[in-house]
């Protein structure tokens, strides 16, 4: 091989080498995991209070009466076309047409503490179901 080839394939090699250094995950111990576990089961317990709480809405009825532990809310399934808002959505806003509608409630933020733990304690409780994005 040509010297100047030899160059071309050494700086590719350094190249990669030094992007696959940058591209390598964060060192973490087992007690970071532990306490990162343990703040997620944090907010899926505070979704699950939000669940069966009426505060959401102003009529007195709760996720839990229609979903008891989560059932058909199917989060496995989203983004998909929802007749409801006639679009490709996020759960989260299915989440909000629900407090809207059989709660008569204030629609949440996408971002507000209580929609990552409402969505949380849904996808605790389906964790396991595959993916199946768009499925009716
Ligand atoms: C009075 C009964 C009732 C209550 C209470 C209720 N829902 Fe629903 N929920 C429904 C119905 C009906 C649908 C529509 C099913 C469909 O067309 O996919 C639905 C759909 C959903 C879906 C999408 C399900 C799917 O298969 O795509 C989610 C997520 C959901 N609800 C979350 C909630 C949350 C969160 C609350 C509380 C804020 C709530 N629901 C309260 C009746 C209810």
């Not at 350094?14 to 997620?40: H, I, K, M, N, P």
Request: net charge negative; with cysteine.
């Amino acid at each position: 091989m040509a010297k100047k080839h030899l160059w071309a394939l050494f700086i590719v090699v350094a190249t990669l080498a030094v992007v696959g250094v940058s591209l390598q995950a964060d060192e973490f111990t087992d007690t970071d995991v532990e306490r990162w576990q343990a703040e997620y089961m944090t907010v899926v317990a505070e979704g699950r209070a939000l669940w069966g709480s009426p505060d959401l809405g102003t009529n007195g009825v709760a996720c839990g009466q229609c979903h008891p532990n989560a059932a058909n809310t199917h989060p496995e399934t989203y983004p998909k076309f929802q007749k409801q808002l006639g679009r490709v959505i996020a759960v989260r806003e299915m989440i909000n047409w629900c407090i809207m509608n059989p709660l008569e409630g204030e629609t949440l933020e996408l971002d507000d503490p209580r929609m990552i733990a409402l969505e949380a304690y849904i996808a605790y409780e389906r964790r396991g179901v595959a993916l199946d994005p768009g499925k009716h």
